[in-house]
């Protein structure tokens, strides 16, 4: 029989967080709730805006909703730890941003107590490569202390590489698959300005509406075809997707529910869009990075798709498919549901399209 891991330190959870969330986070804020029936309890990520001046209506927030989706799910919080990740800024030093830290520690603790369900029993911050505990009391202790190697055979990471589990990629090595770069931004800007008055003026009417969506879903077909024979996607069909998708009754017939041999075309096609979404075009983001975000899902990838998820709604806090997807996502709802839902609405959205477009 396996022996239960024994978490004996703050730094024992540092290692396994990248196990449980399946990657390591930078720039987040995690939150993970200890439960009576071992570690693997929830777990809640999210990203930590670059401003500190919005950390505190976040861990306002943070609090209640933790502790409402763990209830939902039925599940007993004994204890909660926060963890709070944050590289340093140019010309910043560990230690500033770790005092920076302490801020949003304090914060976190005061929400939690406020909403008085579970207690917060670590608050940790990790900085590069060294960490705080904000709820150690002692003076000069638990600060900047360096981070576990993992190398020990009695360590955490040992212990679970021993069992065949892996640490997580860095959030920032996996967003790289789905995030714009500076690479070709400049085409890619130029393209969709070129693209978009061409497109917004064939919208002007129903009909022209129902047109274009019909023309988006055909484009995509022709895409996904030539990237199944080797072919990339050009400039000019890779702007009218991103533009005729946000139609959202072209988006939710986009959506993935054919056999799972053509899911490494679709991620394909998805993450290659919503790298082309560049600024000041940043906003058209969100379909693409939901569309890409269930791909994942399909193929197993939750932590990619929990990531790209998180990203769309940090562009847009109200895009609701991401929202939908999500909270599936935490709440552990079979991927074969949402499956059979969208298929079954694609099926209806393309007759009903059809029907207008004889009337009209």
């Not at 830290?101 to 603790?109: N, S």
């Not at 085409?187 to 019909?214: K, W």
């Not at 991620?267 to 890409?292: G, I, K």
Request: net charge negative.
């Amino acid at each position: 029989m396996t022996e239960p891991l024994r978490i004996a330190s703050p730094s024992d959870f540092l290692e396994l967080m990248p196990f449980l969330l399946g990657y390591t986070p930078e720039n987040a804020l995690v939150v993970h709730g200890i439960t009576n029936v071992g570690l693997a309890g929830p777990v809640m990520a999210l990203p930590l805006p670059a401003d500190p001046t919005r950390w505190r209506p976040i861990a306002e927030a943070v609090a209640p909703e933790f502790i409402h989706s763990t209830r939902n799910r039925g599940i007993d919080i004994l204890d909660v730890v926060v963890c709070l990740y944050r590289n340093p800024q140019p010309g910043q030093s560990p230690e500033a941003t770790a005092h920076l830290l302490g801020h949003m520690a304090d914060w976190m603790i005061d929400a939690f107590v406020n909403f008085g369900d579970a207690p917060v029993k670590l608050v940790l911050g990790i900085v590069g490569n060294q960490w705080w505990d904000y709820s150690c009391h002692w003076p000069g202790c638990c600060e900047g202390e360096p981070m576990p190697a993992g190398d020990h055979p009695e360590s955490i990471t040992a212990q679970l590489r021993a069992l065949g589990r892996t640490p997580g990629r860095p959030s920032s090595e996996i967003a790289n698959e789905y995030r714009p770069t500076h690479t070709n931004a400049a085409r890619h800007r130029r393209v969709l300005d070129e693209v978009s008055a061409d497109f917004l003026a064939s919208n002007r009417t129903p009909r022209g509406r129902l047109i274009a969506r019909q023309g988006t879903l055909d484009i995509i077909d022709g895409a996904l075809k030539d990237l199944r024979n080797g072919n990339l996607i050009g400039d000019e069909p890779a702007a009218r997707i991103i533009l005729g998708l946000q139609d959202r009754r072209a988006r939710d017939r986009a959506l993935s529910s054919g056999p799972e041999e053509d899911l490494p075309y679709e991620r394909q096609l998805w993450a290659d869009l919503a790298r082309r979404c560049v600024p000041p075009y940043t906003e058209l983001a969100p379909a693409l990075l939901t569309l890409f975000a269930w791909v994942a899902w399909r193929q197993g990838d939750t932590a990619t798709a929990r990531l790209a998820l998180r990203e769309a709604m940090t562009i847009n806090s109200n895009y609701l498919l991401a929202q939908h997807l999500h909270q599936g996502l935490n709440q552990d709802v079979p991927v074969d549901r949402f499956l059979e839902v969208f298929g079954t609405t694609a099926v209806q959205d393309q007759a009903e399209d059809e029907a207008a477009l004889r009337t009209l």
